[in-house]
């Protein structure tokens, strides 16, 4: 049975720093591209950072030069450094296999990040 557990959200102000992890178990986890996604009240779910396989990485516009994605394979996790946060970043965090196959897997509860100005 395949788990995506995501921690580490909470409430900051702008300007601060916040480390998300996502740990999956029941897939082969070294072999999938893991990405990042958020949902804001009212919005759709988008990607934020998505990293392959290889360790190659991509992010939305929205995050670049703020956001970090990284992956330890042998703990079976994808972490999000999320840094210089803005209130515009406040959104339940999801992780799932990225790009090219986005969301394979069943969605975890998330963890929500709130950022006050």
């Known amino acids: 049975q395949v788990r995506l557990v995501e921690s580490g959200g909470g409430l900051v102000q702008a300007g601060g720093s916040l480390r998300l992890s996502c740990a999956a178990s029941?897939?082969?986890?070294?072999?999938?591209?893991m990405g990042w996604y958020r949902q804001a009240p009212g919005k759709q779910r988008e990607l934020v950072a998505a990293?392959?396989?290889?360790?190659?990485?991509n992010y939305a516009d929205s995050v670049k030069g703020r956001f970090t994605i990284s992956r330890d394979n042998a703990k079976n996790t994808v972490y999000l450094q999320m840094n210089s946060l803005k209130p515009e970043d406040t959104a339940v965090y999801y992780c799932?296999?990225?790009?090219?196959?986005?969301?394979?897997?069943?969605w975890g509860q998330g963890t929500q990040v709130t950022v006050s100005s």
């Open positions: 799932n296999t990225g790009p090219p196959t986005m969301g394979t897997y069943g």
């Open positions: 029941g897939i082969i986890f070294s072999i999938n591209a």
């Open positions: 990293i392959t396989s290889g360790r190659s990485t």
